[in-house]
């Protein structure tokens, strides 16, 4: 156990540090940053003195072990944009990208691995055939779409929601706010929650379907039933147990691309997350703040795997057993 997590440690540092290297070439390979920090009217020298006290004259190397160390202290400069700490731009931002994803995930992981065990479990009724079929449309409509047609039947048409912004929130702290607390803020969260966790419902339920049913016609399903012991116990005990190994995985992932690709349903609801402001970074090449998000969204990635592979080896034993046999 301590084996495989130094191993999974290392590896995450590994990752980080090409993360790290590929944000800081944004500094190197698009624009100068002197040109986006200072107007037209500035001079040579004070470009200059600007590039000196930057640090941008020092051998590259050195540059960018500066700008992990910096990075490790939670620190990425000044956004061009907002003339502000990107730190503190994120910091107040990630509260909403958050609580979004949080709800979306909560939603797609609870909903897919019910319906999908129902319609494992009642595959030949119509209900079942009518969720596989209105599952097509959340794997195969973009994300952006299903957000328009939402806002369009329950904004437009019906007003029983609000098509955009967060609602009112509550100050938790200084730097965080969330309107989970609200009633408006609830009603703000409805559709970019289902437009946002849609697409992973259907893929989590289509997979729990087809490894419930993978999993129904095994030999120890079988002489469980042969045993006499009651079906319930079989489906949710038994059966449903092993189901979810590989759901685990695939669980995991989703949720990491939940936070990824919130930018998209950010952008359709005006939701105001840290998506909303990378899609204004790159309209703006605000490259510390794009250099930040990348950072972020790769150590949300690592963090998640890290702890699926925790999960993984605490629920499936066989991998408890062959480690154990591996060291004697």
Do not use: C
């Amino acid at each position: 156990m301590i084996a495989m997590l130094i191993r999974r440690l290392i590896q995450a540092v590994i990752v980080m540090l090409v993360v790290a290297f590929i944000s800081f070439s944004l500094f190197q390979f698009v624009g100068d940053p002197i040109n986006n920090m200072v107007g037209q009217e500035a001079s040579q020298q004070d470009r200059a003195e600007l590039r000196e006290r930057l640090g941008l004259n020092d051998p590259i190397p050195i540059q960018f072990f500066r700008f992990v160390g910096n990075a490790v202290k939670g620190e990425f400069g000044i956004s061009y944009r907002m003339a502000r700490p990107v730190s503190e731009v994120i910091a107040e931002r990630l509260p909403a990208t958050l609580e979004l994803a949080l709800v979306s995930g909560v939603l797609a992981i609870s909903l897919g691995i019910a319906l999908g065990v129902y319609t494992a479990l009642r595959r030949d009724g119509w209900l079942s055939h009518f969720i596989m079929s209105s599952s097509l449309i959340g794997v195969s409509l973009p994300t952006f779409l299903i957000g328009i047609l939402l806002i369009y039947v329950f904004s437009v048409e019906l007003q029983w929601l609000p098509s955009f912004g967060r609602g009112e929130t509550v100050q938790i702290t200084e730097n965080w706010s969330t309107g989970l607390l609200t009633v408006s803020g609830w009603k703000s969260l409805i559709l970019p929650a289902i437009t946002l966790g849609l697409f992973q419902l259907t893929l989590l339920m289509r997979l729990v379907r087809a490894e419930m049913l993978e999993v129904l016609r095994t030999d120890y399903i079988k002489f469980a039933r042969a045993r006499g012991i009651k079906q319930r116990s079989i489906h949710f005990r038994h059966a449903l147990k092993n189901t979810l190994l590989p759901v685990i995985t695939i669980a995991g992932l989703q949720l990491g691309s939940i936070i990824a690709f919130a930018i998209i349903t950010e952008t359709v609801f005006q939701w105001p997350g840290v998506g909303l402001l990378f899609i204004n970074a790159i309209r703006f090449v605000d490259i510390p703040f794009m250099s930040a998000y990348l950072l972020l969204i790769a150590l949300v990635f690592v963090v998640i795997n890290l702890i699926v592979d925790l999960l993984y080896f605490a629920v499936d034993p066989r991998l408890r057993v062959v480690k154990r046999s591996a060291g004697r």
